[in-house]
């Protein structure tokens, strides 16, 4: 049985909160266009952002070693099968609130176990006391 070391566990929390942060900003990003003529709501690109973040490899166990394309977040994408109004908007009020809840959920879910994870390291450093 392979066990997964902290570096990788604390890379992949980081990455999971980045990635709800992102979702959240695109929410918000199509709420505050909810009025515009014409604007098609958007959301984060998953296939494409576990692409780039394969393709970096053991990069993201440093900051150092990101490349600048790693650091822009997530990659977005026009979201289908939404309906468009009169005026060609897509935006969906209820449809984004609730994403924006979601990835609240998540972030919160990675940021405890996070915070669990350092407790632990906190209190090997000192220990057991």
Request: no cysteine; hydrophobic share 40%; glycine share 6%.
């Amino acid at each position: 049985m392979s066990e997964i070391s902290d570096a990788a566990l604390v890379a992949a929390l980081r990455h999971q909160m980045t990635v709800a942060a992102a979702r959240q900003v695109v929410s918000a990003s199509n709420l505050a266009n909810a009025s515009t003529p014409g604007f098609k709501a958007r959301e984060v690109d998953f296939a494409r952002t576990l692409e780039a973040q394969l393709a970096s490899g053991l990069r993201t166990t440093d900051p150092r070693h990101q490349s600048a394309q790693g650091a822009a977040g997530p990659a977005t994408k026009e979201t289908e099968g939404l309906q468009a109004r009169r005026d060609g908007n897509t935006v969906q009020v209820d449809r984004e609130l609730l994403e924006m809840t979601r990835a609240g959920g998540d972030f919160a879910r990675a940021q405890t176990a996070l915070a669990a994870k350092f407790r632990l390291i906190r209190y090997a450093i000192n220990d057991g006391k």
